[in-house]
């Protein structure tokens, strides 16, 4: 199975702070690459697909990079309802694996 | 546009079977483009996929609920359903459906899980 990792656990930031989420895989997947938005009580959404393809309706501060093994989530200008737990996970190969989740806190 | 709902029973004993039903509508499972997967997540844990089947029958399961998983579509219903079989306490989870959509060209594809249920827990006790 491919690892994948994510850096920090969890993050405290300020509304409009700039922050990066990491992803790493424990092999290359070239860009399969997503990642969800998920907050309490509710199922996850699709905020990057690919790696760095922004999901329909998903604001344009969130963006993506990466590929092989090294990924990152960006926001922009943390906003009020960003404050989350975000989850990346690979589609390269079955069984497809999710990152541990990186907690995102108001400071 | 399509929505996922799952349902089934929220509470049920060590050894016996889990069974749910994702009910698809505004779409259909039969569409060629998808797969149709299961996703779980144990309180205060992170998210494990189960597997996915596509309309044909043909399935993939996670290793390491092989032995256990059974998913099966019925495209008369427009749903597609997943069995567990034995339960234990560690089987307690909230269950997501989803669907899994491609994208790319020149027969590479990217996969993701665009569409989900809101998803129903699931409680392994006697």
């Known amino acids: 199975d491919i690892q994948m990792t994510q850096s920090p656990s969890s993050l405290s930031a300020s509304v409009g702070d700039r922050v990066t989420i990491t992803c790493r895989a424990s092999q290359s997947i070239s860009s399969n690459l997503n990642w969800y938005q998920q907050k309490p009580g509710k199922a996850p959404k699709l905020l990057i697909y690919?790696?760095?393809s922004l999901q329909s309706g998903v604001p344009s501060r969130f963006s993506g990079s990466g590929s092989g093994t090294d990924f990152t989530l960006t926001i922009s200008s943390l906003q009020p309802e960003d404050f989350a737990a975000y989850y990346c996970q690979q589609s390269y190969s079955t069984p497809y694996t999710f990152g541990q989740g990186t907690k995102l806190e108001i400071k | 546009q399509v929505h996922l709902q799952e349902s089934g029973p929220g509470l049920v004993k060590p050894s016996e079977t889990l069974s749910l039903t994702c009910i698809v509508s505004g779409g259909s499972v039969s569409s060629g483009n998808y797969y149709w997967s299961w996703i779980r997540q144990p309180p205060g844990k992170g998210l494990e996929w189960i597997g996915y089947i596509y309309y044909s029958g043909s399935t993939n399961y996670n290793p390491s609920l092989k032995s256990r998983v059974t998913i099966s579509v019925d495209t008369s219903m427009n749903q597609f359903s997943l069995k567990l079989n034995p339960v234990t306490a560690a089987d307690t989870a909230v269950y997501y459906c989803?669907?899994?959509?491609?994208?790319?060209?020149?027969?590479?594809?990217?996969?993701?899980?665009?569409?989900w249920g809101k998803g129903t827990t699931v409680t392994v006790s006697s």
């Open positions: 690919a790696a760095s």
């Open positions: 989803a669907r899994v959509s491609p994208t790319g060209s020149n027969y590479y594809y990217y996969y993701y899980m665009d569409v």
